[in-house]
């Protein structure tokens, strides 16, 4: 099934909820051994808690490259245990480069046979960075989430810079539109998705009229600061659209022995929150 429609069908059957997987050997919690085997107990303990609420789940790889080659071992089989669980999985590595670098970087996450269901792509190169994954995309029914408006304080550095009557992440999104209409599935939404930040209300819901077939995944809830009030204008008028992510606010909602029940329980809490704004947007 085309990217686009396969998450708009997962999210309806679940959430808008993405869980990120942010892991730190420090701050396992209690009864969970600060190790490799612990590293592993608390991913597959968070993807169960979370799995019959969230429609995703977003390992960040940075977390899994601390560990050396085991941790990209565990990175994969963590993306399988998620993916058995019912769960569409966003690899969060920010990839991009050009020529045959580039294409080794689709082939590597994108392939028929990865868990993995989509990627996070910076577009700095320009097209050339962009279109090997977007084939893959098309050929493999995978999606991509370009960097367009990201949550951090500095990101006006250099995406809020003026260009002609526009700045920087005006001009992306329109360029991530163009894009990704030529790969829309059967709801009209596009295999080609942005990154678009919480802690950015207005500049997300102007980022939506730009890229109406655009599928947005929406990170800075929770411990960035933002709430379910600000990402509304992010969702179509159907509900769909969208996929809000939470990482610390949700996997470390409890460092006690609770931690597993507390994690499901954040993600049903953020989950009600999220119908209920839906429905007002």
């Known amino acids: ?31 969970v051994s600060k190790n490799y085997q612990g590293f592993r107990e608390f991913c597959t303990g ?11 789940v977003k390992p960040q790889m940075a977390f899994f490259e ?11 089989e963590i993306c ?47 097209s ?32 809020d810079l003026a260009v002609g009557d526009e700045v920087v992440h005006e001009h992306l999104a329109q360029l991530v539109e163009s894009w990704g209409t030529t790969c829309l599935g059967k709801k009209a939404l596009s295999c080609v998705g942005a990154v678009v930040g919480a802690t950015y209300p207005e500049e997300l819901k102007y980022l939506r009229t ?3 077939h655009i599928p947005f995944l929406i990170p800075g809830y929770g411990a960035q600061g933002g709430k379910a009030e600000d990402v509304k204008y992010g969702f179509i008028a159907d509900g769909t659209g969208a996929i809000v992510n939470a990482s610390r606010s949700i996997i470390y909602a409890s ?10 329980r954040a993600t049903e809490e953020m989950a009600n929150k999220l119908r209920q704004i839906i429905g007002k947007s």
């Open 1 to 31: 099934m085309h990217f686009a429609d396969a998450l708009i069908e997962k999210v309806k059957k679940t959430s808008p909820v993405c869980v990120g997987l942010d892991p730190q050997m420090s701050r396992l919690p209690e009864g």
């Open 46 to 56: 968070i993807i169960d808690a979370v799995a019959s609420v969230a429609s995703c």
């Open 66 to 76: 601390t560990l050396g080659w085991e941790g990209m071992k565990l990175f994969w």
């Open 80 to 126: 399988t245990h998620a993916k058995h669980r019912g769960l569409m999985v966003i690899a969060d590595g920010k990839r991009n480069d050009i020529g045959s670098t580039c294409e080794a970087y689709a082939d590597a996450y994108l392939s028929a046979g990865s868990p993995i269901d989509a990627l996070t792509v910076t577009p700095y190169l320009g």
């Open 128 to 159: 050339d960075g962009v279109k090997p994954f977007m084939e893959r995309c098309v050929k493999n029914n995978k999606g991509i989430f370009i960097l367009v408006k990201t949550s951090n304080a500095s990101s006006g550095e250099l995406q």
């Open 210 to 212: 730009l890229m109406p």
């Open 255 to 264: 460092e006690g022995k609770d931690w597993k029940e507390a994690a499901g």
